[in-house]
């Protein structure tokens, strides 16, 4: 019975994510969900550090971007047909990166980790901007081509980014499950205790912290091939804050609710975006709900009921 | 008897104040040991100080012949040196057996394992479960954490500690808090663990009939110094100590 339960989500994951291309609404809503899928992974890669370790980073766009800049620049420098080669680079790119920034920022805890976090992945942003030559500047890159194999339809790309997530996700999955992702639940909990189990917090932390970038990476380089263009706001710090925003609205505390997070962020921006350009005002009042009525986040009203009965 | 733990001039000032002065300890191999003291008298300080937890200003410590003195906590515990804490230290959304399985995964060495499921290991299953049997928390292991009762948390505390399996043991006031008859039930519990798993155990405490009841050798620390150090009876009657701690009518 329980074991029926751990897998309703991955259920549900395959029924919506796989019934979209059954019921196949148009090329739009292929692409919104193709949007919704690749979020989805990078919220998802995001609350491994921040619903089960406990670490609140505000510069996951760095590793986002440099996903997005990799592989769009390496497309651009070669041709599109090692994409997924180029994706896995993007990501070990984020990786090593936040090997060098989590080695900085895990010394600080709590507001200092954040804002430091903050400050680098600003750093970056800026960076972009001037290194016009290199990056675009502000223009960003455009037309990165894909492979033939995917171009053509979004339908396609949509199933390559299907796949791709799903593996990722499968991984965290396992992680999550693993005495690994108990380790980082109970680091949330109580460091200290940690510490007098005979286990070292940093190295975790640390750990979690690479892992959590590698999959932002391969979420921002799956992006870099959606729109054929990225720009140096994928680094901006509000890419950021859509992280914490869609886990928070889903429920950090649950593994799959980043995702149902990601749905709503992705459906707000495209539903009340069509009627005003102040369609972020509609995120901040589904924030306001969410956190006064239900401090769990969307799928954790279910775990909330679960428990009473 | 041999001697497990040797502390040499162990020295630490927090701002002016000395929390603990060239405090010089050794401890036998098996031994069950009480330190005593008025509040703020350092005993905490001390614990912190040897299991590497605050670095201390000097001094050394010897454990089964090896400097330990600065080494990192996680070290320390891995070498067999455990602790519980004075406000019972859990893991509060975790329930009972999880507690106490986490440690058992870090005993045998399975917590750094990244896509195995975490039950997928029968030994530490099996640890934790032999565990919360001996100390008798087996029928309240589904629970969480947050919902036992004070006394329980801190044997939930003790349990996690032993999963561990520690040479050395160190209670910082195992009965704090607790209800007179608890405490009995906690003085005979922390009896027989220590004969049967064979502990060498240091306990911080205040309720003197359990100091007095279990305790081989009691140490008294005054303001960060060692004031007097011996069996039971050569304490009771310790002029010193009656003086700064115990009082005339105590005892």
Redesign the interface.
């Known amino acids: 019975m329980k074991k029926l339960k751990d897998y309703l989500p991955w259920v549900c994951y395959f029924v919506f994510f796989l019934g979209i291309l059954i019921v196949d609404p148009g090329t739009h809503y292929i692409h919104l969900v193709a949007r919704v899928i690749i979020f989805s992974l990078y919220a998802v890669a995001f609350n491994l550090l921040y619903g089960t370790t406990g670490l609140v980073s505000f510069g996951h766009a760095l590793f986002y971007g440099i996903g997005a800049y990799i592989t769009g620049m390496l497309v651009k420098a070669t041709g599109p047909e090692f994409f997924l080669l180029f994706i896995v680079l993007g990501a070990a790119g984020a990786a090593l990166v936040s090997v060098f920034i989590g080695l900085l920022t895990l010394r600080l805890t709590g507001i200092y980790f954040t804002m430091l976090t903050l400050a680098f992945a600003q750093l970056a942003w800026g960076l972009t901007f001037k290194l016009y030559h290199f990056t675009g500047g502000d223009d960003g890159i455009q037309a990165i081509a894909k492979p033939a194999m995917l171009a053509g339809s979004v339908t396609k790309y949509y199933l390559f980014c299907f796949i791709v997530v799903t593996i990722c996700m499968y ?1 965290l999955w ?2 999550r ?7 980082l ?2 680091i949330r ?2 460091p ?2 940690i ?6 917090v940093y190295k975790n932390q640390l750990k979690a912290f690479v892992i959590s970038a590698f999959f932002t990476g391969v979420a921002g380089g799956l992006y870099a091939g959606l729109d054929g263009s990225i720009h140096p706001d994928m680094l901006h710090w509000p890419t950021s804050g859509n992280a914490i925003l869609m886990a928070t609205i889903g429920g950090m505390g649950t593994f799959f609710g980043p995702v149902v997070g990601a749905g709503i962020l992705t459906g707000l921006e495209t539903i009340v975006g069509k009627y005003t350009e102040y369609w972020s005002f509609s995120i901040g009042v589904v924030v306001l709900i969410v956190v006064l009525l239900f401090p769990r986040g969307v799928l954790g009203i279910k775990r909330l009921a679960g428990n009473k009965n | 008897m041999s001697v497990i733990l040797e502390i040499k001039n162990i020295d630490k000032h927090f701002g002016g104040i000395h929390v603990a002065n060239h405090v010089s300890i050794s401890v036998k191999k098996g031994e069950m040991s009480a330190i005593i003291g008025p509040n703020g008298a350092g005993k905490t300080t001390f614990f912190n100080l040897i299991t590497g937890f605050i670095p201390s200003d000097d001094g050394t410590v010897i454990y089964e012949d090896q400097d330990i003195t600065s080494e990192k906590p996680e070290k320390i515990v891995k070498l067999g040196m455990v602790r519980a804490f004075q406000v019972s230290s859990l893991f509060l959304e975790e329930t009972v057996f999880d507690n106490v399985y986490l440690a058992a995964l870090s005993n045998f060495r399975k917590n750094a394992k990244i896509f195995a499921d975490r039950m997928a290991f029968k030994d530490a299953r099996e640890h934790a479960g032999f565990i919360l049997d001996k100390i008798g928390l087996s029928h309240c292991k589904d629970l969480k954490a947050s919902e036992l009762s004070h006394g329980d948390t801190k044997i939930l505390d003790i349990a996690i500690a032993l999963t561990l399996n520690p040479k050395i043991l160190l209670l910082d006031e195992p009965t704090a808090g607790m209800a007179p008859d608890e405490r009995i039930k906690m003085m005979h519990l922390l009896k027989e663990l220590h004969e049967y798993f064979q502990l060498t155990t240091i306990f911080i405490e205040h309720d003197m009939d359990i100091v007095f009841g279990i305790a081989e050798i009691i140490r008294v620390l005054v303001q960060g110094q060692l004031i007097a150090e011996g069996p039971p009876d050569y304490i009771r009657q310790h002029e010193t100590v009656i003086e700064a701690y115990l009082g005339k009518e105590v005892l």
């Open positions: 991984i396992r992680i499950r693993s005495p690994f992702g108990s380790v639940n109970c909990q109580n200290q205790r510490t007098f189990l005979g286990l070292n």
